[in-house]
C-alpha cells in the first residue's frame, strides 16, 4: 500500500512539474517598436519615464514560436498601424486580401486608409443623425470594413496610401482631435446640418490623409472604387459573417455585439456558446479559411517579448475555463474588444492548439517575430469576443442555426 501511495505522490509530483504554471512578477516596461521606431517618424515625443506592470513570467517558458512548424495560409507580410487606433481595419483588410488569394490566386495589397476615410465619413454622419449620440474615437469592429467597402468599394493601397509623403507610419492622433474638437462645436451650437458637417470632415481628414481616389487604373483597365471590388477582387461583403459567444443573450441567434467600438450597433452577430465558437475557428482553419479575431490582449499572459498569449494557472486553470468564467469578465469588465488580429496560421502540440496571428499593433514587432503573435486556445476560448469568416467556414455550426 505504501508503495502505491508514494506511485501516486510521484505521478503527482511529475504532472506539477510538467505543467510549470508560470508565476506572477512586477516588471519594468521596456521600450520597442513603438518607442524606437514610430514615435521619431511621426516627430512625437516618448511618453513618461517607465513604470512596472504585473505580469506573467514566461522567460523559463517554452513556447512554439517557430513559424515554420505551422500550417500557414497565405498573407501579405505583417504591416504596422503606426500610431492609430485602426487595428480593426488592418487585421479585416489583411483577412479579405487572404480571401481574395484564397478564391483567385490574386496578390492585391489594399488600402486600409480607404475604408479608415469613409468609416470617419459615416460616422461623422451619424453624429448628426442621432443628435450627437455617437461614441467618436478611431477605434471600431471587423463588420464595420464589409459595411464601408459595400457602399463606397475599395482602392489598392498604392492608389491611397493615406500617409503624408515622407512617412512610414500612420498618426491619427491630431486628426481625430480636431474633427472631436469640430463635432464638439456642433454639440454646443446644435448646429446639426449633416452636409455642412460632413463637408467640413471630409475637409479635415484630406489635410490629413487626401482625398481618396473616384477612379483606379489597374492592369490597363479604369475601374471606380465599387467596380474594383465586384469586377477584380469578386468579393462579395454580405458573404462574411461575424460570430461572438456570450450568455446574456440567446444563443443560436442573431444579436448586437454591446461594446463601444460597435458604435452603429450592429446585431447581425451570431452568438453560440463557446464551444461552437471555437469550432467556427477550427473548422474554417482546417477548411483553409483565415479568421479574423477580436478581443483582449491586456493580459498578464499576454506577452509582447515572449511573442505569446496564454491564461496562466494564477487567474484561472485551464479545466475551470467555461462559458460562466468567460461571462464573469466579459460582465465586470475585465474583458474588453481593445484589439482585432488575423489568424494565419494553426498548429497542435501535445494535443493542444495554437494559432499563429498576424498582428499590426506596434508590440506585435516586438520579439523576433516581426509582426506575429502566437495564441493558446485557452486565451482564444477566454479572451477573444467577436470573429469574422467566410459564410462557408461556419458552415457546420450555421447549419444547426438557420433552418
Same mark, same amino acid.
Given at each position: 500500500?505504501?508503495?502505491? $501511495?508514494?506511485?501516486? $505522490?510521484?505521478?503527482?509530483?511529475?504532472?506539477?512539474? @510538467?505543467?510549470?504554471?508560470?508565476?506572477?512578477?512586477?516588471?519594468?516596461?521596456?521600450?520597442?517598436?513603438?518607442?524606437?521606431?514610430?514615435?521619431?517618424?511621426?516627430?512625437?515625443? !516618448?511618453?513618461?519615464?517607465?513604470?512596472?506592470? #504585473?505580469?506573467?513570467?514566461?522567460?523559463?517558458?517554452?513556447? !512554439?514560436?517557430?513559424?515554420?512548424?505551422? /500550417?500557414?495560409?497565405?498573407?501579405?507580410?505583417?504591416?504596422?498601424?503606426?500610431?492609430?487606433?485602426?487595428?480593426?481595419?488592418?487585421?479585416?483588410?489583411? #483577412?479579405?486580401?487572404?480571401?481574395?488569394?484564397?478564391?483567385?490566386?490574386?496578390?492585391?495589397?489594399?488600402?486600409?486608409?480607404?475604408? &479608415?476615410?469613409?468609416?470617419?465619413?459615416?460616422?461623422?454622419? @451619424?453624429? &448628426?443623425?442621432?443628435?450627437?449620440?455617437?461614441?467618436?474615437?478611431?477605434?471600431?469592429?471587423?463588420?464595420?470594413?464589409?459595411?464601408?467597402?459595400?457602399?463606397?468599394?475599395?482602392?489598392?493601397? *498604392?492608389?491611397?496610401?493615406?500617409?503624408?509623403?515622407? %512617412? %512610414?507610419?500612420?498618426?491619427?492622433?491630431?486628426?481625430?482631435?480636431?474633427?472631436?474638437?469640430?463635432?464638439?462645436?456642433?454639440?454646443?451650437?446644435?448646429?446639426?446640418?449633416?452636409?455642412?458637417?460632413?463637408?467640413?470632415?471630409?475637409? $479635415?481628414?484630406?489635410? =490629413?490623409?487626401?482625398?481618396?481616389?473616384?477612379?483606379?487604373?489597374?492592369?490597363?483597365?479604369? =475601374?471606380?472604387? !465599387?467596380? #474594383?471590388?465586384?469586377?477584380?477582387?469578386?468579393?462579395?461583403?454580405?458573404?462574411?459573417?461575424?460570430?461572438?459567444?456570450?450568455?446574456?443573450?440567446?444563443?443560436?441567434?442573431?444579436?448586437?455585439?454591446?461594446?463601444?467600438?460597435?458604435?452603429?450597433?450592429?446585431?447581425?452577430?451570431?452568438? &453560440?456558446?463557446?464551444?461552437?465558437?471555437?469550432?467556427?475557428?477550427?473548422?474554417?482553419?482546417?477548411?483553409?479559411?483565415?479568421?479574423?479575431?477580436?478581443?483582449?490582449? *491586456?493580459?498578464?499572459? =499576454?506577452?509582447?517579448?515572449?511573442?505569446?498569449?496564454?491564461?496562466? @494557472?494564477?487567474?484561472?486553470?485551464?479545466?475551470?475555463?467555461?462559458?460562466?468564467?468567460?461571462?464573469?469578465?466579459?460582465?465586470?469588465?475585465?474583458?474588453?474588444?481593445?484589439?482585432?488580429?488575423?489568424?494565419?496560421?494553426?498548429?497542435?502540440?501535445?494535443?493542444?492548439?495554437?494559432?499563429?496571428? %498576424?498582428?499590426?499593433?506596434?508590440?506585435? #514587432?516586438?520579439?523576433?517575430?516581426?509582426?506575429?503573435?502566437?495564441?493558446?486556445?485557452?486565451?482564444?476560448?477566454?479572451?477573444?469576443?467577436?470573429?469574422?469568416?467566410?459564410? =462557408? /467556414?461556419?458552415?457546420?455550426?450555421?447549419?444547426?442555426?438557420? %433552418?
Amino acid at each position: 500500500m505504501k508503495r502505491l $501511495i508514494l506511485f501516486f $505522490i510521484g505521478i503527482a509530483m511529475m504532472a506539477v512539474q @510538467a505543467q510549470e504554471p508560470a508565476k506572477g512578477v512586477f516588471k519594468e516596461y521596456e521600450p520597442g517598436f513603438y518607442h524606437k521606431e514610430i514615435l521619431p517618424d511621426i516627430n512625437a515625443k !516618448p511618453d513618461a519615464g517607465p513604470s512596472a506592470y #504585473f505580469a506573467a513570467d514566461l522567460s523559463e517558458g517554452d513556447f !512554439p514560436t517557430d513559424t515554420a512548424e505551422y /500550417a500557414k495560409f497565405w498573407h501579405f507580410p505583417p504591416l504596422s498601424q503606426g500610431a492609430t487606433g485602426t487595428c480593426w481595419c488592418f487585421a479585416t483588410i489583411s #483577412f479579405l486580401e487572404s480571401e481574395i488569394n484564397r478564391s483567385s490566386g490574386q496578390e492585391i495589397k489594399l488600402s486600409e486608409m480607404y475604408v &479608415v476615410y469613409w468609416e470617419y465619413v459615416e460616422r461623422a454622419r @451619424a453624429f &448628426v443623425e442621432n443628435s450627437g449620440d455617437v461614441y467618436f474615437a478611431q477605434g471600431s469592429e471587423a463588420t464595420s470594413v464589409t459595411r464601408i467597402i459595400k457602399k463606397y468599394g475599395i482602392v489598392p493601397a *498604392s492608389e491611397y496610401p493615406g500617409i503624408p509623403e515622407g %512617412k %512610414k507610419y500612420h498618426d491619427h492622433s491630431r486628426m481625430e482631435k480636431e474633427m472631436s474638437e469640430y463635432l464638439q462645436s456642433i454639440r454646443e451650437s446644435n448646429a446639426w446640418n449633416t452636409v455642412m458637417v460632413v463637408s467640413t470632415i471630409r475637409n $479635415i481628414l484630406d489635410k =490629413y490623409m487626401g482625398r481618396p481616389p473616384q477612379e483606379v487604373f489597374f492592369e490597363g483597365e479604369h =475601374y471606380t472604387p !465599387p467596380g #474594383f471590388l465586384r469586377k477584380v477582387l469578386q468579393i462579395v461583403p454580405d458573404d462574411y459573417f461575424s460570430f461572438m459567444s456570450t450568455m446574456s443573450q440567446t444563443y443560436d441567434q442573431k444579436g448586437e455585439l454591446v461594446e463601444p467600438d460597435n458604435w452603429w450597433h450592429c446585431d447581425d452577430y451570431y452568438n &453560440v456558446s463557446i464551444d461552437d465558437f471555437m469550432l467556427v475557428i477550427d473548422d474554417a482553419l482546417d477548411s483553409v479559411f483565415t479568421v479574423c479575431i477580436c478581443g483582449d490582449v *491586456s493580459e498578464p499572459g =499576454y506577452d509582447r517579448w515572449a511573442e505569446v498569449g496564454i491564461i496562466p @494557472a494564477f487567474d484561472i486553470p485551464s479545466e475551470y475555463i467555461d462559458e460562466s468564467s468567460r461571462e464573469m469578465r466579459l460582465k465586470n469588465g475585465t474583458t474588453t474588444d481593445d484589439h482585432c488580429i488575423h489568424i494565419v496560421g494553426v498548429q497542435d502540440v501535445d494535443g493542444e492548439r495554437w494559432y499563429m496571428i %498576424k498582428d499590426s499593433g506596434s508590440g506585435g #514587432f516586438d520579439g523576433p517575430n516581426k509582426g506575429y503573435r502566437f495564441l493558446h486556445e485557452d486565451y482564444i476560448r477566454l479572451k477573444m469576443m467577436n470573429i469574422m469568416v467566410y459564410k =462557408y /467556414a461556419g458552415k457546420r455550426v450555421l447549419d444547426g442555426i438557420i %433552418k
